[in-house]
């Protein structure tokens, strides 16, 4: 058996694993815009999707295609969107921090862009600058809040190139306690007008999606996704650690930035536009890197899908579950995924890579 | 050649390395030898790159090391460090492959191939790295290293490794140390900190003897492998019965001494 048999074993079944979870997304993508407090047939949903695109059927009524074309599509492509970008983030900030614990809601990233998205909605009228930038603000704010978060972080637990796990969940635990208290500040004294509610900003909330949030938040989260998908190889010489990359060639401080900026920018825009759902960058990663291997050539790619994926699964849940009335959906996803979180520590406690 | 001069590093104003001239030749095998915080890692650093030096040069190839982007200078030097842990679970390929980042040579399956039979590692190909025992993860990352310099090269280039053996067996350290050698015949230049005297004796064409981030001596073994030499730099009663033209010298420590330390103890 030569190396190039291997490799290229390797990348058939990475084709196919990526294959699969694209194929499971498109499913799960037409059970969600069927199913809901108003239930549209599968049938009707293709038809009104293809009458979009030219081939008129004509089987369904003016309030089915309403509801799929302006409430339930919009949803679908955010909860893509978001459940994606987390995914991948998580992914890429794990091989940053070469921590497989490391997830941007547990180390402040989201709560940092919760907190400059919550001041800006309240404090942000009377920044007359922020107005040039229209819809793209808020996204941005909580863009330097999670940016200003991770970098703390970053500098509190890492040392020599070496990152100290109990360090980076302990500054974790104070940057999220001290964010959510800002939070909790900065709502109490504003007025009912300004803030939807306090669930949106910590549980997170789908709810709010149209096609205005779809649009920016796919020009803000598709350019940083393609960023780290290129960056595998530097993940992979990462992973044996900073001063090892170095010496193979990786241009460490570089990627850094690149990987930083580019997490807080998608994990910015997501909380922007859902709120704090948190658990899905965690579960992602590792449930495939449990059953492919670490090569982050597949886990990149993969962690996008199967972050929409389980967000969408997610929304399903959320909208179900109490019908007609909506649960929010970072409920869902903790419920799921904290108790991955034990499991993962319990076994991270027994076998260190 | 890589020429280090007056190379020189601080921590907190104390210096760890002071005034240090080394040059590394194609060809040749440089051991770098000396007691327990002598400044051996700061100085294997300082020429791999990976610590920057306040005062000095040093130069790959005539060119200075500040010159060289990250992925140039991966082309013509390797390193491995004393340890190194992963996090995640790649096989242990995975890892030699990685040794290929840089080059991204056409040649990478046989490369790959060729460095894991050397090293012996090819039936742990598919096991996991974190699964591996020291001196079996040892010898992955010495593939790896390996691979970086494998294919031959017009120009010069340098291998370096921080005690590469110290898990090894016995066997394996002798086999590491002749691939090595025959590393050297490709135009490259090897650097090898060893703790163990007999085996500097055998292989190396150069040694180095540090003490207290200066540089005592340095030149062929028989010039530096001396009883007065080590047992100075090592503080240590050192007996070195010299060579002839078929054997190496060799080190024997005076137990004696252990006795009498011991019995002043209790």
Not at chain 1, 40 to 65: E, K, R, Y
Request: hydrophobic residues 50%; charged residues 15%; proline residues 4%.
């Amino acid at each position: 058996m030569t190396v190039n048999t291997i490799s290229q074993t390797k990348t058939e079944l990475q084709a196919k694993v990526l294959l699969g979870l694209g194929v499971g997304l498109l499913v799960l993508a037409f059970l969600s815009l069927s199913v809901g407090a108003f239930s549209i047939p599968l049938g009707n949903v293709l038809s009104i999707i293809s009458s979009q695109l030219g081939v008129n059927f004509a089987d369904f009524t003016a309030q089915q295609s309403n509801v799929l074309l302006q409430i339930r599509l919009p949803r679908l492509l955010l909860a893509i969107l978001v459940g994606g970008g987390l995914g991948i983030t998580g992914a890429s900030l794990q091989g940053l921090f070469r921590n497989p614990l490391v997830e941007p809601g547990l180390i402040g990233v989201s709560t940092g862009g919760a907190l400059f998205a919550v001041i800006f909605i309240v404090f942000g009228a009377s920044i007359p600058a922020w107005h040039y930038l229209g819809p793209f603000a808020l996204p941005l704010a909580a863009f330097i809040g999670g940016l200003l978060n991770t970098y703390i972080v970053y500098r509190i637990a890492s040392q020599f190139g070496k990152t100290d796990i109990s360090l980076l969940i302990l500054s974790g635990v104070a940057l999220n306690a001290l964010s959510g208290a800002l939070i909790g500040l900065v709502l109490f004294y504003a007025d009912d007008a300004a803030i939807r509610n306090f669930t949106f900003w910590s549980l997170g909330d789908l709810g709010g999606a149209n096609w205005t949030k779809v649009g920016i938040g796919f020009l803000l989260i598709v350019g940083p996704v393609v960023f780290l998908l290129s960056q595998f190889r530097n993940l992979n010489a990462l992973a044996i650690g900073e001063n090892e990359a170095f010496h193979m060639g990786v241009d460490v401080q570089k990627t850094k930035i690149i990987l930083l900026v580019a997490s807080a920018v998608i994990v910015g825009t997501a909380v922007s536009m859902s709120g704090t759902i948190g658990f899905v960058g965690l579960v992602v990663p590792h449930l495939l890197r449990l059953t492919f291997g670490a090569d982050h050539r597949l886990i990149l790619p993969g962690s996008f899908l199967l972050g929409a994926i389980l967000l969408t699964g997610a929304d399903i849940l959320a909208r179900t579950i109490v019908m007609p009335a909506e649960m929010p959906i970072g409920i869902i996803t903790a419920i799921m995924g904290a108790p991955f979180f034990v499991w993962l520590i319990l076994r991270f406690k027994k076998i260190r890579y | 050649m890589l020429q280090a001069q007056d190379v020189h590093f601080c921590i907190k104003n104390q210096p760890i390395i002071d005034q240090a001239s080394v040059n590394l030749r194609p060809g040749e095998l440089t051991v770098l030898v000396g007691p327990n915080g002598a400044g051996k890692s700061t100085l294997f650093k300082i020429l791999a790159g990976e610590n920057p030096c306040k005062h000095g040069t040093v130069r790959y190839n005539g060119r200075s090391i500040h010159q060289y982007k990250t992925k140039e200078l991966a082309r013509i030097r390797a390193v491995m460090p004393q340890h190194s842990e992963l996090t995640f679970p790649f096989r242990a390929i995975e890892v030699v492959e990685m040794g290929l980042f840089a080059s991204g040579s056409d040649r990478s399956g046989e490369i790959i191939r060729e460095v894991m039979d050397a090293t012996e590692t090819w039936h742990l190909r598919e096991k996991l790295y974190g699964n591996l025992s020291g001196g079996e993860k040892q010898r992955i990352q010495f593939a790896r290293v390996l691979a970086q310099v494998w294919e031959p090269k017009p120009f010069p280039r340098y291998i370096m490794l921080d005690e590469p053996v110290s898990s090894m067996d016995i066997a394996f350290q002798h086999k590491a140390m002749n691939i090595l050698q025959s590393v050297k015949e490709r135009n490259v230049a090897v650097l090898v900190i060893l703790h163990d005297l007999n085996m500097t004796a055998h292989y190396a064409d150069r040694v180095v003897l540090l003490k207290k981030g200066l540089i005592y001596k340095q030149g062929s073994v028989e010039d530096t492998i001396t009883s007065e030499n080590l047992a100075w730099v090592f503080d240590h009663p050192i007996r070195v019965i010299p060579g002839t033209d078929s054997a190496a010298p060799f080190v024997q420590t005076n137990p004696n001494f252990i006795e009498k330390l011991s019995l002043t103890l209790s």
